[in-house]
C-alpha cells in the first residue's frame, strides 16, 4: 500500500477526522535523455557561474531577488524556512460551495483522502455521503512541505478526494490572454443554436474515462520501435479545415444527421440505457422543456430541489422536472 504524503486532521463544525492524502495520478508520459547529435554521449545540466564559467556547489548558492540594473536582495534557504507557514497538520473546512460554481481553471493537483484507522470509518463514510448529496465542495487551506495552498474537499463514490486549487490571482483573464474574443453583446444565431444545442444533445454520452488511452504515447513507442527496426515513420494526417462562417448552419445540420437524425447516439442513460428525445410527451407542465438548453434546466431543477441533478444529462433533467424521471 502507498505511504501517505501528508498526515493530520480534518475538521468541519465539531467533527474531527484524522486524515492521510495519497498521489491520485501518475505520469506515463514516455522520457527521452538529451544526447549529442552523432554520438551516444549523455548531456548534463551543471550550475555554472556566468562570469567565471566555473561549476558551483550547491551548497554555495543562494536565491536572489532581482531589483533591476544588476541588483540583488540575498536570501538564505533558512530565512524562508523561518517564514514559511510551518507543517500545519489541520484542514480547516472554512465553508461548503456548490461545485458549479467552481472553475475548472481553478483545479490543480487531486489527492485521495484516507480515514487513519479503521476506528474512523462511520466519521469518514458520512463525511462523504454528505458531501456527495449535497453536491457540495468544502473550501479549506492546507500547509504542506513549506506551502499554503487552497483546496477543494469533494466526494467520489467510494472516497473522498482533496483538490489544490489556484489563487485567484494565479489565474490569467482570458480577456487578457486570448486576442478576438466575443463581444458579451454579441449573441450567436436563434437558429444556429438550437442546431448547435441539439447536436450537443446527439453526441451526449456518459463519462466513462476507462474509454479513452493516450493514442499520442502509444504513438511515440511506435516511433521508436520502427527507428529501431530502421522501418519508415507514417506522419499523421493534416488537420481539417476552419468551418466558413457562411457554410456553419449547413456544416452543423449534417452533423446533426450524421449523429442519428438528431437521437442520442453514443448515450447510455441510468435507466438501462433507455434513451429519450429530449422532450416532454405529456404536454402539460414538461411540454416547453425541450426547447431549453441545459444551463435553463439545471436551475429549473435546482429551485425544484431535484436531487442529484449536477450528473444529470440533458435528457434526464427534462424527465425529472416533468415528473417522468427519478429525482433522486
Known sequence: MARPIWTGVLTFGLVTLPVGLYTATE???????QLQRGTSDR????????????????????KGYDLGDGEYVVVEPEELEEIAPGRSKVI???GFVDLRQVEPVYF??????????????KVYELMRAALERSDKAGIATLTMRGKEYLTALRAQPNALVLHTLHWADEVRDPAGVVTDLPDRRSKAGGRELRTAEQLIDALSIDWEPGEYRDTYEER???LVEAKRKGEEVVGEAEPPEATNVVDLMEALRRSVEQSGSGGSRGKRS?????QSTGRSRDGGKGSDLGSLSKAELYERAGAAGVRGRSKMTRDQLVEALSGKGAAA
Open 108 to 121: 490543480d493537483r487531486t489527492y485521495y483522502v484516507g480515514p487513519r484507522g479503521k476506528e474512523y470509518l
Open 92 to 94: 480547516d473546512m472554512a
Open 43 to 62: 548531456i548534463r545540466n551543471k550550475r555554472v557561474n556566468e562570469r567565471t564559467g566555473k561549476e558551483v556547489d550547491s551548497q554555495k548558492i543562494v
Open 27 to 33: 505520469d506515463h508520459t514516455v522520457h527521452f535523455h
Open 220 to 222: 511515440v513507442k511506435k
Open 270 to 274: 441510468g435507466s438501462g440505457g433507455k
